[in-house]
């Protein structure tokens, strides 16, 4: 059964249905979430305004949700809003605080760093058991201003999803990591550690 709507109708367009005094209501509904959010960023403190983990971004995506939806919808009361939005950060906050008392939590929810180069080595069961393919590790490695894989000392995947590298002051002896880009027929896929598995691209 088609819905009875009429096509370019541009007072339902620009306005919706509810009455025009309902946009009072947006702009003190948005005061409120707004507020509500301030709080929830004082709860999470200032490491939480930092690189975010991956805890944080479950709550970011939760409170997108929640806010957007309060500030929006007029049959969406401010309490439930207010109750999701504490309640999701409380959480968080809770379950950072027992990653940081106890390993087994904190392995869970934030892995643990993996080495990806070791003395110009690509571990390659590393790369894949990280999801990440060896283009995308080089990528990291040219932007630390690594032109060899022999400059490369270590390259560490941090829980952050960052990469830390370690270069060490040895000239290259071949410009590999570039090559790569410049010549890319000329690198076929390399062998995993385990024979007759190529490691993906």
Known sequence: ???????????????????????????FRVLMIFL??????????????????PMQNVLLIALGSAAGDAMLYPDVPLTYAALI??????ATVTLEWMSEHWQPMRDYLE???RVLVRNGEVDFEALRKERTTRRELYAELRMKGASSLSQVDAA????????SVFLNDRNPDANDL????LDPDRHAAPQSDKPGKPASE
């Open 1 to 27: 059964m088609e819905a009875d709507v009429n096509v370019f109708d541009w007072y339902r367009i620009l306005l919706g249905p509810p009455p025009p005094w309902f946009l009072l209501e947006i702009v």
């Open 36 to 53: 509500l959010l301030m709080l929830v960023v004082r709860l999470m403190g200032k490491r939480g305004q930092r690189d975010l983990s």
């Open 85 to 90: 939005l504490i309640g999701a950060t409380v």
């Open 111 to 113: 892995s643990r760093p």
């Open 156 to 163: 560490i995947l941090e829980v952050t999803g960052d990469v």
């Open 178 to 181: 570039l090559e790569y880009v």
